[in-house]
């Protein structure tokens, strides 16, 4: 029976945090958009790739210096 005293401050306590922190997320718009996101993964860019650029030599770029 003794355990009581603590058991019921402590679900007490944890029912609180955890509606607090229910408060808080939909405070902070953690709800507004839950489907978006794993649609985006699948969505394709529809712009090509642009080409690398070409590889210069650092030896041909810069002046030759003949002693």
């Known amino acids: ?5 603590l058991l019921i401050p402590l679900g007490l306590v944890l029912v609180g945090l955890i509606a607090w922190f229910f408060v808080w997320s939909v405070n902070h718009r953690q709800f507004d958009d839950m489907e978006g996101p794993a649609h ?15 590889a210069t030599d650092k030896k041909d770029a810069s002046p030759s210096r003949k002693p």
């Open 1 to 5: 029976m003794d355990i009581l005293f």
């Open 40 to 54: 985006e993964i699948l969505m394709d860019d529809d712009r090509p790739a642009q080409p690398p650029l070409p």
